[in-house]
């Protein structure tokens, strides 16, 4: 890459996640999508990429490698099942891989939270959406008291959930609580996950409770504030709808609207990650070019 050019990227997975994905790598100045991997010639996402005026083939992370196309940087918006096949087959071309399927393999990244320090490594893993929609407010809470005990309820809209997230759900719920547990030390974490199937669709919704000693809930306010406004800055459509803290709770209400008009509204599960994915490539392209002009 050079101090002027876009970074190339590459999309594995064509699925809802995989082309909002592309709608906003579309948007960004720093992110050039050469290339984007499906299974299936047949599939409709790679036929919506191919009208999009992108590059497309079929048969995984394999077809990508036989393509010759260099990239700098390869999203996995695939599956759970099967992203440690594609790091295995990507790690030796020395692409930086942004994992969005739950896998848990990569490091668990969080943009607001530890973007610098996972960076420096080539394998980072987006947890899953309700895992950025919660963590950044769990970490700014568990900074003023340890929690005892963390519960979070996503609920999101079943026509925003595909195929592949439907069959990761197991991993999105382990790999979540992992993270929590990570990020806030709290020795019990509980992860509850809704598809609803109503009508209209919901938005994309992410209930936190936190139990904990000695809380004062003037700076758990404050600290709410604070983190909420730093992850709209890159997700605008996240926001805090209600908060209520005491001396040994505190529950934040957290409601994600998809913005930008290429996904309804509801899917604000597959804005909350693309939007972390699309942040935290934008990083690396800054440092990558701040590189460059050092050279």
């Known amino acids: 890459m050079s101090t002027t050019t876009p970074l190339k990227v590459a999309v594995l997975g064509a699925g809802l996640i995989g082309i909002d994905l592309l709608h906003k790598i579309d948007r960004s100045p720093s992110l050039d999508c050469v290339l984007v991997v499906g299974r299936d010639s047949q599939n409709t996402g790679l036929r919506q990429a191919a009208a999009m005026g992108l590059a497309t083939t079929a048969g995984g992370a394999a077809a990508l490698l036989d393509s010759g196309q260099h990239v700098d940087l390869v999203f996995d918006a695939s599956n759970a099942d099967s992203h440690a096949e594609h790091w295995r087959l990507l790690e030796p071309t020395g692409a930086l891989v942004v994992d969005l399927t739950p896998h848990n393999s990569g490091i668990p990244t969080v943009p607001t939270v530890n973007a610098a320090e996972a960076l420096t490594s ?9 895992g950025q929609a919660a963590v950044p407010l769990l970490h700014a809470i568990a900074r003023h008291r340890t929690p005892e005990y963390v519960e979070v309820v996503s609920t999101g809209a079943s026509r925003s959930a595909g195929r592949a997230t439907r069959l990761n759900l197991d991993e999105y ?3 979540t609580q992992g993270a929590i547990r990570a990020f806030t030390g709290a020795p019990e974490v509980k992860v509850l996950v809704n598809v609803s199937p109503a009508t209209p669709p919901p ?18 306010r404050n600290l709410v504030a604070t983190t909420s406004h730093e992850v709209s800055a890159f997700a605008p459509g996240y926001a805090v709808t209600s908060i209520d803290a005491a001396s040994e709770k505190v529950i934040v209400a957290v409601e994600v609207t998809a913005v930008g008009g290429r996904i309804p509204a509801y899917a604000g ?6 939007a972390a994915a699309i942040n935290l490539a934008e990083m690396h392209a ?8 050092a050279a």
Do not use: K, Q, Y
């Open 122 to 130: 080539r394998h980072l893993s987006l947890i899953s959406c309700g």
């Open 203 to 220: 938005p994309f919704r992410v209930t936190l409770t936190v139990l904990a000693s000695d809380i004062d809930p003037g700076t758990v």
């Open 286 to 293: 800054a440092s990558v070019l701040a590189e460059g002009a």
């Open 173 to 175: 719920i382990a790999t």
């Open 269 to 274: 599960n597959l804005d909350i990650i693309n």
